[in-house]
């Protein structure tokens, strides 16, 4: 399946294929594809984080387990990939916000917190005796500029959107989003468009396999919704027949 | 076995093999697989663990091998894997527990608790150097937040159970757990459940190879059963025929 | 495509080949030529840089993604290569000129910055346990000597220039170049020419997928056009036919 | 002997092979397998060690090698395996003992000592540039708790046995003590025991191939015969024929 | 080309072939046999360097790009091989340059500032982590020891010449200086033998692809000609018909 | 000569093979085994060393060479295998010897002398980055406890002996002990034996091609004998025919 | 020319090979070999080197070069080998002397000049990391002993001889020297001596391709003959017919 030719350059970390690929850098990228996806929306009103939380059995409780994490009080993260490497990237955004409305005494601005947590991830691409994270983040806000959702990856390159998907079927959801998007929505067609964007490529339980946080351009404040607000939402919308 | 292709990703340490998998992980996964099993089961009333503890000779001195260990006054934790490195993991969280009762006083949270061994788990797969831990762990107690049970893995992610197992067996054993579990429980019944769920899989004598340790909700102590109340546990049980 | 015998000298960083080459850092040499190409242009009356940004999918927020970085009031640059890599570098730029500034109080010499920054690229060549960066730059600006016009490659080398490309297709944009080049040209003439350089390898659309600053000898302000300033500059080129 | 595909899982220090499997662990497990054996027994009224100490040559002068360590005054430790890394253990004990001894002004309980040296063990099978101990120690003595018996293996895990052994023939041995064993000897009774151990699989010299030492419950002092003592025991064994 | 069993040799860096070589500075050699020529003549009135700038693309700004570079203001080096490696020896040179003068108060004498480059050299050729330089240098001025030469090499050997040539056709250039060298030469004769030296391998156009520097035994100062002078210089060569 | 399979074992440094070897170690073995023969006897007057010193060219100068080195008062060694890893080896025994007498103010033990030595030798056995010294010594003196003889290996294991021999040829001198030791000899007599032993494998001239060196039990004083005893020994030994 | 199953051995630097070498001691060995011959003799009166500077090219400035480095007022030294590298033992050698002086006031005696710098050498054959020194020494001077002469190899040994050669040809150097020593020689004859034996395998010219250093036993002072004294002395050869 892979051809003794290439085989070698994917063992010594972070180096140079001849074709100018870092592989270790392009296989994290095949964990991020494994991972549950996640969906961001932004528009006029504001911006929408839906995640996918999968039932690993039937005795695990959902209740222990996050797909989108409140980092600051405006501002939230969902990964796709590694649990644990998120979990470190996670915290480390958390510290980053933090330290910052200690010494500035303000909300930290969402692109420069995404850009301190690319940029630890940048050094992991770089240095030999480690391995990039495994994990690709959607980061999504509201701070003096607006709504904001940026897409980041394993290679530490972050990109704003309008409205994008990381992790399984990313694809499909993608294509959804492209068809239907609208900037001018208000925050439950937003919520919605997200909502169904997600639906398009996995079945949603009224018992409540999602996550959904979102936050207003008025209010500048991210919020997750309960199970109770997630399963009315899910009741809402078009059966599948 | 193993294809001459897919040898060369597993020598070096923590890197990703072309589909985003860190084989290392996956081994030490293997190591875990290959170790004695144990149960948890969390319910209204509280939470259980109960842990095979395999005569590993005639002349083995069982009060010398703990298969769960208390951990702090409201939380225990069993391990399947590797003994060695358990008994390390176990320190490290006892050090965790035991620096957060001095400087807030107050019990640790047990997912907080969790985080951290799962924190360092995590580093053990990231840098070069080392390998991972090759170890999983049940943490079980009760905090403000009522009963807990989580399961750790080698990768360093943690995830909430109403009742699990693992190591060897564990299949069989959860199967038996999504059949006959049930949240409204007592204590006792919930005791009884986690011996017999483990039952299911080994065989438990009276003389003793199992270890039971439960906390309930008004209590919130961790109590590890004497060999005489496991004796006379196991007596109750049904025999097989 | 590569043959064995060859294989190995790229697997271990940064050492030479029996012909005198460092193999990774041509490797990287290939990871710029896949980027997206910028065109830089420096005549009489200033110097210009005008970058591709494609539109990576239809929801890409374009104003969230820079390829053209002001580095400090006089001088900018702009990337082709690695996106992650190049960032870290243009912090680099931007503490070393602003240090420069606050220690001699005066804007940094443009060929100093450009060293700087090679330096630091060199020292990514030479020492194990690490990768060449993957990138190379246009720096343009306009100090005390004039306008100047800087190309960077991974290997650390810059080379002072009235006209190149880097990135994708940078030899049919040189060869345009060649053919159209003169030093005695207006601002706006500079910039019209490096539009259509790049137009010659490159379809640019009125919607905005080019990034255009520019300095000039009088005024020493690098300035980059609003998306406005730029649909105006590409609604007045001729279209093809 | 060794199939190529796992040839490859040795040379890295300290990996998980897909067994889940450290081999180098395995491998340090050899080295003690080849060592001379020792002997462990613990009853009612103490505990005892007898090793094998062969003759290397017929100029070699025995008072010169001890296989068992007088750690401090109520603990004593045999090893199998390589003999300098035995040395670098024990050492280690006897610091660790010291230290014990000078803090708290009380001897160290053995389950303590026994776990401080593993935990130094397991060090070894984790982190790179080391290879693990190629020894086991039997580690015996008296405390508060009575007295105790430990086997530790080169992965740094420990046991309690109520009689085990370590070294070539160990099988045999233990097979001897699991047929012969009885928990109420006294402490004449139980060296006997030991010696006849170690001869099921060794044949014992009047003129001193082995060493004894014991500890009684009432004195917790541990003692090693003399070589007059030494013969007088052999002398009453039954002679084979 | 390169036999297998060689191959193994070059990998692991700066270590000894079977015949008493370091193949990593033998290939470093051959980046510097690949780099643009530079001849040094020595005589009884002064030094001069002789470089090929050679013109890379039609709108390369030459003056942006040095071949000689002064050291002090009695010594000046050119190197043939990695650009960026030489910027790197160049900057360390004018450091000890420049110490010298502030702790001595005097200018460095020559052959001691080539000897510092050349330790510096020697370390990359011997600790592994890194690779040796790949470039020449000829170093030359003149102290209070007269006129001086040395041309260094990257093992980190240094020699001084009468004459000499480094870079691309040095073979060359070298027999036709050994043809018509002469020690009794006034300045003008010496740098115009060094240009017709370097004519003999390389085609010299009066548009300035060559840089010219020399010192007077008198002066003891480096002078760099202008484009100017250079032109001139030319313009007076005999026409190779 | 060495199957395909077993290539791999030896060339990281210090790890176990799969049947617990050390093979880096079994090497230094080898280089041990090359050395010239030194011959250790004890007795119960005291203890002698005896070293062949090869005639490596006519015109070497012998007095420059020691194969036997004092080093304290009370206690010499003599090395076979890599001298200049036994000159470390020695010098560092040494300072180990005279910090004792300084601390202490008397002499050192010499089993205490020789275990440092062997600490470190076990050492270079077992972290990675450095290779086993590739010497054995004999280490023989008097102290409080009589007469002593060491023998050391590049394992860092140590044994007594009371007469004994290493380096080439070893197997054919200690046989010739082995046949002719008695205990109850004078000082002579013990010398005597030590020659002849080492005669037995090595032609011994006139002309001084060996060192020795002795003390007894009651002055505790190492002397070496001069070449002119030396000679007068030589000359009352028994002629070969 | 290698068989294959010897290519591993030299890889990893500075590891033993299966009979007990160090093949990168053995290689570096090569690169001496491969160096212009020193000769070495010492006898009643005094010591001399003479060593070869072959003529590089015909425009090499031969003043520029040393074969025999002055390390202190009564010590010289000549090496053979990478030239680099024993520039930077030499500097060595001269710190050590010249501390020696500042701290007892004497000058040091020259076998322990000898012995720091190849307990130098020595360590770069046991650490991993770094190549040993490709270069040996002659070291020759008077001191309170007396005239000195010592030769050092790659390993670090050293050792004393009356007369001795290395580099190339020096087997057939130490066959004249053989053949003609005498030790009870004038200083002049010394020197005779030692230019007849390097002339036994290179050819001498009166222009001066040899160094000669002397120092007798009454003045204590190493002294460099000048190049019209070496003409001198050349001239009263013997021509070869």
Request: net charge negative; aromatic share 10%; with cysteine.
């Amino acid at each position: 399946m892979f051809p003794p030719a290439m085989a070698g350059y994917d063992r010594a970390i972070t180096i140079f294929s001849p074709e100018g690929k870092i592989y270790q850098v392009e296989y994290a990228g095949e964990a991020v594809k494994r991972g549950w996806p996640t969906v961001g929306v932004k528009c006029r009103s504001g911006v929408v984080l839906v995640a996918e939380k999968r039932k690993i059995s039937a005795l695990f409780d959902p209740s222990s387990l996050e797909k989108i994490y409140l980092v600051d009080e405006h501002v939230a993260a969902s990964p796709s990939g590694l649990l644990a490497d998120a979990r470190i990237l996670i915290d480390y955004a958390r510290d980053v916000a933090l330290s910052h409305r200690f010494i500035y005494d303000e909300p930290i601005d969402i692109e420069l917190l995404t850009k301190a947590v690319c940029n630890l991830k940048q050094q992991y691409t770089q240095f030999g005796g480690t391995r990039p994270f495994g994990v690709a983040l959607l980061v999504a806000g509201v701070d003096r500029h607006g709504a904001r959702l940026f897409q980041t990856d394993p290679s530490g390159v972050y990109i704003g959107y309008f409205a994008t998907a990381i992790g399984a079927d990313s694809g499909t959801i993608s294509e959804f989003l492209e068809k239907n998007y609208k900037f001018d929505l208000g925050m439950g067609e937003c919520v919605e468009l997200a909502v169904k964007a997600l639906a398009s490529a996995v079945e949603i339980t009224e018992s409540g396999n999602i996550e959904v946080a979102y936050a207003t351009v008025e209010e500048k404040k991210m919020k997750k919704m309960t199970q109770e607000e997630v399963a009315a939402l899910v009741a809402k919308l078009p059966k599948k027949s």
